[in-house]
């Protein structure tokens, strides 16, 4: 029998329910829990009646089963549906609450007086604008300010939302009643100061890749710290000049970019001034925006932008930009959108701090992107199998990942620490938290359920082994999602170098590793053998190829570095998670092999497309090899007069078959001054067609870099170009003198008709 309360206790129970409610509040049917507050925090007072919230009401989509199986088949190879993706409208049809639905919860919001905005496209959101006292009144909730312990101001509703009990079956949940929970970045800026684990690496040298290549400002950063690669370095230790090689720079892909803060436009424009690059980048504010941008707070929108144009300069970029928190929303601008195919988020919190509303909307969002062929890279954390510690002051030493990278439907990217940007690279886990470094997360997910792709992997991978568990997420029997699935290089003191808040330096955390994979697979997505067709979501058909081919697709982790921890815990050498052979939960199933890893996955959505390059490709007879274009050629280079100070560069150009010239680019090494004055640059500057003509061109430099555009379209062309849109340098003089310098490289960039282009890496005589 139930135990009755005295009367005295039920009284003040309703007396402090009564004080929670506001007087004359809706009545309805809960849709969620309230919020808990965080450790230390309290209620401190009303908000002001007048605040302004924007809300975002997630909606049920119709049938969340059949949902959840069309998301997993569609994504996995072999599947009777793999790659058959749906468009926005066609998910709405199928899987989006149906119109009447839809139309049934907007009436009752509206009817309790709020402004009720058009459902997004696939019809599982609606957006609602309101100030504070009129969503406390249609919810019938009291909408309080909270004190937190580290001193920000939050606000949160005290009980759980009404909505009418017609609409209360569609409705998931209502985010933005609170915003307790902030998203962190996980991106570490590192100086030499702190550079004490960054000693014991050599000092690094650039790498012509037929990629962009680096200018005298971000090769400064390696000379005077003696740590942090730059973009061609990264991308050489990863195998990626195979796609330069084809012209292939990402053509035609779009990478979407997930922000919680504004960025400076002037880094972005620095970085690509120094690579000759010209990436397009646009941003797409959602609920307001970001903010307006003021100095310190774009380090991590610069890295994630910067990580794209690096390794594939070719790519349009999209950053859906919102207030923090507005995870859900950007994620549901992403796939309403549809635009990019791409999606790469270096924001997370810890697990078990995320509200499961929140939690089940960003699940169903990702099931959509799934469905629609588009893929969500998220960095899975920098602190460790502990990620809900927070330095400076956090005590908690408890096992914990990060979401939302432990959704099954998103590829959590983990992180290394790369000793050496060798191909293949020296890699070891990362766990600089001896220095105060970080290290890379990873662990098994509180939340989630082991998914099929990795229930079902190979034996040989070892995911499954002596640490899964599913003691973490509930289940009385079977696992738990484990997480990171993939990595790269990640520890600051082997970071990369960026631009920003106007300065060059090193920059290091997951952060960095989730775009560079996105970079990835947009290069993949552009190589021939996929033809243009998307990935999708990438985890089935990863872990698959790991299972038939790991050796020759994936750089394994199997040790820490000499001297540094054995496992990626961040209080103890006992600590989980060790790296070893195949998957682990230090680094998931490693590093790509661009290239190599590039064709396996094409093979699976388009098999009779050509492999992406000749990576251990079958032998085939010469009457079935298909007739390939020649590519792009440079011949005759000559570099004279550089001890005169008057430098003349020569060179012939030809573009690859049945493809004229359009524009070319010269990248020099800061030994070569290039003039900025565009009548210096037209007085040092030649160019003539193949029967001798001189032709007429325009001309535009940065430093580092010359920039010639054709009047008229070539096939070939000859160039000549000296004194004095170049100049000697008096170092260069200096060790030429000394017999210190022998040899100059320099990288040829071509655009040509119909949309191809190529890198060509060049080594002159001095």
């Given at each position: 029998m139930r135990a009755r309360l005295p009367i005295f206790t039920c009284l003040c129970l309703l007396v402090l329910c009564l004080a929670a409610v506001p007087a004359g509040a809706a009545t309805?049917?809960?849709?969620?829990?309230?919020?808990?507050?965080?450790?230390?925090?309290?209620?401190?007072?009303?908000?002001?009646?007048?605040?302004?919230?924007?809300?975002?009401?997630?909606?049920?989509?119709?049938?969340?089963?059949?949902?959840a199986s069309f998301a997993e088949g569609v994504a996995t190879p072999g599947s009777p549906i793999y790659g058959d993706y749906l468009s926005v409208p066609q998910f709405a049809a199928r899987f989006g609450p149906t119109p009447a639905q839809v139309a049934t919860v907007r009436s009752a919001l509206a009817a309790r007086g709020l402004d009720v905005g058009a459902p997004s496209a696939d019809s599982l959101s609606l957006p609602v604008t309101a100030t504070a006292a009129e969503a406390e009144a249609a919810f019938g909730t009291a909408i309080d300010r909270v004190a937190t312990a580290g001193g920000r101001v939050a606000f949160a509703n005290r009980s759980a939302p009404l909505v009418p009990a017609a609409a209360a079956p569609y409705v998931q949940g209502i985010l933005g009643l609170d915003n307790l929970v902030r998203a962190h970045r996980h991106d570490t800026m590192q100086s030499s100061t702190s550079s004490t684990t960054a000693a014991t690496e050599p000092p690094r040298t650039s790498v012509?890749?037929?990629?962009?290549?680096?200018?005298?400002?971000?090769?400064?950063?390696?000379?005077?710290?003696?740590?942090g690669y730059t973009a061609d370095q990264v991308a050489s230790a990863y195998s990626l000049p195979g796609f330069y090689a084809q012209g292939n720079f990402g053509a035609g892909q779009t990478v979407a970019l997930l922000e919680m803060e504004p960025t400076g436009p002037k880094d972005i424009d620095a970085y690509q001034s120094c690579y000759g690059t010209h990436a397009e980048v646009t941003y797409v504010p959602v609920e307001g925006g970001s903010g307006e941008y003021k100095k310190g707070d774009d380090g991590e929108s610069a890295l994630d932008i910067e990580q794209i144009i690096g390794l594939a300069p070719d790519v349009k970029i999209r950053v859906y930009e919102g207030p923090n928190p507005s995870e859900v929303a950007l994620l549901s601008a992403y796939v309403s959108d549809n635009e990019a195919k791409i999606m790469s988020s270096s924001w997370g919190i810890c697990e078990k701090d995320a509200e499961p509303t929140e939690e089940k909307a960003t699940n169903v969002l990702l099931q959509e992107a799934a469905a629609q062929g588009q893929s969500f890279f998220v960095a899975a954390g920098d602190n460790g199998a502990s990620d809900c510690y927070e330095p400076p002051g956090d005590t908690y030493k408890g096992l914990q990942v990060d979401s939302p990278g432990t959704d099954p439907f998103a590829t959590d990217v983990g992180g290394t620490r790369m000793a050496a940007p060798t191909t293949p690279p020296v890699e070891y886990i990362w766990n600089d938290a001896a220095a105060g470094e970080g290290a890379g997360g990873g662990g098994i997910s509180e939340r989630f359920p082991m998914p099929a792709y990795q229930q079902t992997a190979s034996p040989a991978l070892n995911v499954l082994g002596p640490l899964s568990s599913g003691t973490q997420c509930g289940l009385a029997s079977g696992y738990c999602r484990q997480v990171p699935d993939v990595s790269a290089d990640a520890a600051p003191a082997t970071g990369y170098i960026v631009h920003t808040e106007d300065v060059?330096?090193?920059?290091?955390?997951?952060?960095?590793?989730a775009p560079l994979w996105a970079a990835f697979i947009a290069l993949t997505q552009a190589s021939p053998a996929c033809g243009g067709k998307p990935i999708g979501f990438a985890n089935p058909a990863l872990y698959k190829i790991a299972g038939e081919g790991y050796a020759g697709n994936f750089n394994d982790i199997t040790t820490a570095r000499p001297g540094g921890a054995p496992t990626t815990g961040l209080f103890?050498?006992?600590?989980?998670?060790?790296?070893?052979?195949?998957?682990?939960?230090?680094?998931?199933?490693?590093?790509?092999i661009g290239t190599s890893l590039a064709a396996s996955l094409c093979a699976f959505i388009n098999p009779s497309a050509p492999p992406t390059v000749p990576v251990m490709a079958a032998k085939t007879a010469p009457a079935a090899r298909a007739k390939t274009p020649n590519p792009a050629q440079v011949s005759g280079a000559h570099l004279g007069n550089v001890l005169?100070?008057?430098?003349?560069?020569?060179?012939?150009?030809?573009?690859?078959?049945?493809?004229?010239?359009?524009?070319?680019?010269?990248?020099?090494?800061?030994?070569?001054?290039?003039?900025?004055?565009?009548?210096?640059?037209?007085?040092?500057?030649?160019?003539?067609?193949?029967?001798?003509?001189?032709?007429?061109?325009?001309?535009?430099?940065?430093?580092?870099?010359?920039?010639?555009?054709?009047?008229?379209?070539?096939?070939?062309?000859?160039?000549k170009i000296g004194f004095p849109a170049l100049v000697t340098t008096p170092k260069l003089a200096a060790h030429i003198r000394e017999g210190r310098t022998h040899k100059l490289g320099l990288v040829l960039t071509t655009r040509e008709s119909g949309g191809t282009g190529a890198r060509l890496p060049l080594t002159v005589e001095v």
């Open positions: 309805g049917v809960p849709v969620q829990a309230a919020p808990e507050l965080p450790g230390g925090a309290s209620f401190a007072g009303a908000v002001a009646p007048e605040r302004q919230l924007s809300l975002y009401v997630a909606l049920e989509p119709r049938d969340p089963a059949a949902l012509l890749t037929g990629g962009p290549q680096p200018c005298a400002e971000a090769l400064q950063v390696q000379q005077d710290e003696e740590f060059w330096g090193v920059t290091g955390g997951t952060s960095a590793a103890s050498p006992s600590e989980p998670y060790a790296p070893g052979p195949a998957y682990d939960m230090a680094t998931g199933l490693g590093t790509p005169k100070g008057k430098p003349r560069l020569t060179f012939s150009l030809a573009a690859r078959e049945g493809a004229k010239l359009t524009n070319i680019t010269v990248g020099v090494p800061p030994a070569l001054d290039v003039a900025k004055d565009a009548q210096a640059l037209a007085q040092g500057i030649v160019v003539r067609s193949a029967d001798g003509t001189k032709l007429k061109f325009t001309a535009t430099s940065t430093p580092g870099t010359i920039r010639i555009r054709l009047s008229s379209p070539q096939a070939s062309v000859t160039l």
